[in-house]
């Protein structure tokens, strides 16, 4: 899978992704993702010491999609505007049908009024399979975020 | 014109076009864009609701020079240096002699004391197209603002 | 060196190299560089009027050893995080075994108690070259800061 034009489907992959939270298209959002996958928000922390416990847990597309669902209920998104930048990816090794590669990433927050901080930073750590179409989505994306500091009302996707 | 070497060189656009707003040489900055073309700057708000008054609007490279030259009299801009992240591109759809194109963007300012803040976030809505010598050049470059807070005195090129 | 499959060599190396950092892998980072090279954290100012005295100065890999010996030593590093975001790498010219480029960056601290902020933008100038088997390394890489306001008792590689 990883042939000379990898790099940039990664790239073009991670770009998507941000481009598709960014815009508010967040039902398209759980199709990055196969069936069964495994999709995370966690801390360095809690990653570093191995506890599972999360932010968000999700181990189907399904339960992304009831993700997605609930934030739209609790209309909590719709306040803000976030803004990813997501560094060049690293790819650390392949396996039969995935690829294991890490990118980092920093999310700034966009409040109504207009005033911008600094939301998150860490890095995705993602393995990635090819479907059916030859299309790449994710098998996992594990977000772990360096800070632990989380307005946790608004857990939403990263 | 979107073969496999195309988002490198898309990518390679957007360095080079930071890079030159980043180190303040003003004057070459219009050279990016043909002699009809469009650059606005807007937000986001206003782009949603498709209202035409940006922040900076100008459908010509010569107006992109006026502008320039406005920055330079106004002497205001040498106060304050500039850092541009530009996340990676999304290719859109690619039409006759024109790609479109999306890319999101985080600038922060440097002021002289030393002082740093976020001063914009937003994503370029781009249609790029290949000039006679076969390098790539902005027909449109939208930049859309996440928040419309702005320092409008600074009206310089993002 | 710079074939078509260059500039993702180049954005591979800058991405092995800031997740070397902020995986707080110090050990490692000085064989990102040749053994005789140039690695310096200056600021514009300094750089703009050829100043030599940088934040670090360095001109061997042993002697970025001894830094990082130092700062572990110190202890200083682990009190916090960093989150190094490198945009795409401009070509600058091509020499004999030795290609000039410039990437920009931004590096986000997170403190113990999850404070984000900030930390430093500026570029990276390099000149990379390859080792004996060929992989991409630093012949020399300048870190050029925005701003001059430096936290001096941190001073970590950039």
Redesign the interface.
């Known amino acids: 899978m990883t042939d000379?034009?990898f790099?940039?489907r990664l790239?073009?992959l991670?770009?998507?992704y941000?481009?598709c939270i960014?815009d508010d298209r967040m039902e398209a959002w759980p199709e990055f993702f196969f069936e069964r996958c495994l999709y995370k928000i966690t801390t360095?922390e809690n990653h570093r010491n191995g506890f599972e416990a999360g932010i968000i847990y999700a181990d189907s597309k399904a339960m992304l999609k009831d993700r997605v669902s609930a934030l739209r209920e609790a209309n909590v998104y719709e306040r803000q505007?976030y803004?990813?930048?997501?560094?060049?990816?690293?790819?650390i090794a392949e396996e039969r049908h995935v690829v294991r590669t890490?990118?980092?990433?920093?999310v700034?927050r966009?409040m109504r009024?207009?005033?911008?901080?600094?939301f998150a930073?860490?890095?995705y750590i993602d393995a990635v399979g090819e479907d059916a179409d030859g299309a790449l989505r994710f098998v996992e994306r594990i977000v772990v975020c360096?800070?632990?500091?989380f307005d946790t009302l608004v857990a939403l996707p990263l």
């Open positions: 000379s034009g790099p940039q790239a073009a991670n770009a998507e941000a481009r960014d360095a505007r803004r990813h930048i997501v560094g060049g990816p690293a790819i890490e990118s980092p990433f920093l700034t966009i009024d207009g005033r911008m901080d600094l930073t860490g890095k360096d800070s632990a500091r």
